[in-house]
């Protein structure tokens, strides 16, 4: 499988008074075409940071202040405005949590998603609105030659968010970074929305960054997981690699504070603590404050190690295996 | 209001007769219930004044569009039980929730605490009778008042119900014991709702709901907002709390997981009604509704392998303009002409299990 996007080493920091917040540190991951890599993390954990970083949609003063993002042998990070603006909506797309960030409320779907396709490219206002209207009917919206001449105020929050979809879908972008798309939905809708986006990509070999708090999402969508905390990946691999035989305490963590991996009434298993804050995070591994293992080897950062196909990031790793 | 407070020193699971001389002794079978809806709905719309009213009865005016949020809806919730109520959004799960709490007066049917009709108590006893059962609310952002300090957050109800009588220290030690109960710090008490963490906020809204000495819990979404780590720690004080105060709750969630992993009991609404209704575990094994058995299908499950989605079809009607019948009718794989006619009552499939499908009836 070809590599799509390659980073290597990224930081992206905000200033905050005197000092830096590295909301993303040292990240480094690839993608292959065609494959899907869950990026999970919680709040504060700058899984978020790392997809808006892809897309140079960084608000400043929010910056990347190193690493790179090769996407097909291009470096992001050097590319002025004009260039990323060419390539985000063509070649990159973004599915946002709240479909209202893409959507404008006062245009209709029409003007918006034949807006998206001549931005880029050569075609006529007719041929712009058969491809919408096939986009659409893509992502199962019903009657979608009807549908095209709503507005957004019209559509359900699924069917809002099946519209973002198919604006991402538009120009069959090589690449899709998806922030947390379903959260807000049901849980029928959602599972509506996984299946159309699961078909979708392996249809039209789209690579996927899912970005989520919900490891359960991820287990059954994604090739490979990311698991961030305080802005580095800490855990890395294939799914039944990491939620198999979990190596990182705190991706041993998450998985037992799911419910339905818990015996029904017993205590959970819970991380003690919360988030740090990235303005006072401990030396060494960040999460050695809340860690059951943690001893005096660990105010020393760990290197992400391991091997083939599962990478981790901890000194004293865990063998338990998980059922 | 000696009944209510004794039923705090019974076992959850004792029978009724040693319960004492409270009003729970007028009811049969262990454990009593401590509420029971029975036949409620809500209907929102705009009310009408004489001159619309006028209008309508004569036909020159449209009857005003009303929300059926919950429409005949029985529920029995017994003490020192769990109950977790699913549904997907819009179904009417707050309302009923809102209902049983008593901060929402419903339009229609009869709502009934430790067995007493709300509507003959007097005006003493309701408020008493209200301070038994507290809500927890799943934005701990807006439902805490952010210009207060934690310590009157906490504190205010119990000075102004007379739960906590003495001087300040007493008062003081009272809030310092329900902070520390809910696992918060009790000096950080001068803090405001800003300077904590949404899972410190979600255990301010918990202490604050146990200040009143409840006997009953209704947690709504009361754990949706939190991390999945933060979520457990939250799931496991609600588990501790039961044990050692022997609270009921209601507990309100679009999780299934979280609900199957807490509660004794799952009632499932779709569209304003309850469709099924049975313990957790036969209705995670045997589920019976056509809706029950897809919403249990689509719950995301931590696996190690890739696997791919597939889903019911359509979406949630609108409220406004329920289908008839049967409200599942146009999504349910199995629907037969009598479902889109014919409103289909919970009736029982097994002991303890109730739904409400016509397909039952067949054969």
């Known amino acids: ?323 | 209001m000696n009944g209510l407070m004794t039923s705090r020193i019974g076992g959850a699971m004792e029978p009724v007769k040693q319960g004492g001389t409270d009003v729970m002794s007028d009811w049969a079978g262990p454990p009593a219930p401590i509420v029971e809806v029975q036949g409620v709905s809500r209907r929102f719309g705009r009310k009408l004044d004489w001159v619309d009213r006028g209008l309508v009865s004569v036909g020159l005016a449209k009857p005003p569009s009303v929300v059926r949020a919950v429409d005949e809806v029985d529920l029995v919730i017994r003490k020192g039980e769990v109950v977790g109520l699913v549904g997907e959004s819009g179904c009417g799960k707050s309302t009923l929730g809102r209902m049983v709490a008593g901060i929402l007066p419903p339009t229609a049917g009869k709502l009934y605490w430790n067995g007493r009709d709300v509507d003959t108590l007097s005006d003493d006893e309701r408020r008493t009778g209200k301070l038994r059962t507290q809500m927890v609310f799943q934005n701990p952002f807006a439902s805490i008042n952010p210009r207060l300090p934690v310590a009157e957050i906490v504190g205010e109800a119990p000075r102004i119900h007379g739960i906590v009588r003495g001087d300040r220290a007493a008062q003081a030690a009272y809030v310092d014991e329900q902070l520390l109960r809910a696992g918060l710090d009790p000096s950080l008490k001068g803090r405001y709702a800003h300077q904590f963490s949404g899972g410190q906020r979600q255990r301010i809204g918990i202490a604050r709901a146990l200040a009143v000495q409840p006997d009953m819990l209704v947690c709504d979404e009361a754990v949706a907002a939190l991390d999945v780590s933060i979520q457990a720690q939250i799931l496991n004080l609600f588990m501790d709390l039961r044990e050692q105060l022997n609270l009921t709750y209601l507990f309100i969630s679009h999780d299934l997981g979280v609900v199957e992993h807490l509660s004794d009991r799952v009632a499932i609404m779709y569209l304003g009604r309850i469709i099924e209704e049975a313990p957790t575990e036969e209705v995670f094994a045997r589920p019976n509704h056509p809706y029950t058995q897809a919403l249990l299908a689509e719950v995301p499950r931590i696996e190690l392998t890739r696997r791919s989605f597939s889903s019911i079809k359509g979406e949630l009607p609108s409220p406004l303009n329920p289908p008839s019948g049967c409200h599942f009718h146009p999504r349910c794989p199995h629907a037969v002409a009598r479902c889109t006619v014919e409103r289909p009552r919970l009736k029982s499939v097994a002991p303890g299990h109730t739904s409400a499908c016509h397909l039952n009836d067949v054969g």
């Open chain 1, 1 to 323: 499988m070809s590599v799509l996007l390659d980073v290597r080493g990224l930081k992206t920091t905000f200033p905050v008074g005197a000092g830096q917040i590295k909301a993303v540190n040292d990240v480094s991951f690839t993608l292959g075409r065609g494959e899907v890599l869950g990026l999970v993390g919680e709040s504060g954990s700058g899984k978020s940071v790392t997809g808006f970083s892809i897309m140079g949609l960084l608000e400043p003063p929010g910056r990347i202040t190193g690493g790179q993002i090769l996407f097909d042998g291009t470096d992001l990070t050097k590319l002025g405005q004009e260039e990323m603006r060419r390539l985000r909506g063509r070649r990159i797309a973004m599915i946002f949590q709240d479909p209202m960030m893409t959507l404008n409320p006062v245009l209709r779907i029409d003007t918006q998603m034949i807006e998206a396709v001549t931005a880029h490219r050569p075609v006529s206002k007719a041929e712009a609105r058969a491809l919408a209207r096939d986009a659409l009917g893509q992502v199962g919206i019903p009657s979608p030659e009807e549908r095209l001449n709503a507005y957004p105020h019209q559509f359900s929050g699924g069917m809002r968010q099946r519209v973002a979809i198919a604006i991402a879908l538009l120009n069959k972008p090589d690449l899709i970074v998806a922030d947390e798309p379903t959260t807000a939905l049901d849980v029928t809708i959602q599972a509506q929305i996984l299946a159309e986006v699961q078909k979708l990509t392996a249809e039209q070999g789209t690579a996927l960054i899912w970005i989520t708090h919900d490891l359960s999402v991820v287990s059954r969508l994604a090739d490979r997981i990311a698991v961030m905390y305080a802005g580095r990946i800490v855990e890395y691999g294939d799914v039944a690699e990491v939620i198999g035989k979990p190596h990182h305490h705190y991706t041993a963590g998450l998985i037992g504070s799911v419910p339905s991996r818990n015996r029904r009434g017993s205590r959970l298993a819970q991380i003690p603590g919360m988030t740090p804050s990235l303005l006072t995070l401990p030396d060494g591994c960040a999460f050695r404050t809340r860690c059951a293992r943690a001893d005096g080897d660990c105010a020393v950062m760990p290197e992400l190690t391991g091997q083939g196909a599962h990478w981790h990031r901890c000194v004293h790793p865990n063998t338990q295996v998980l059922a």
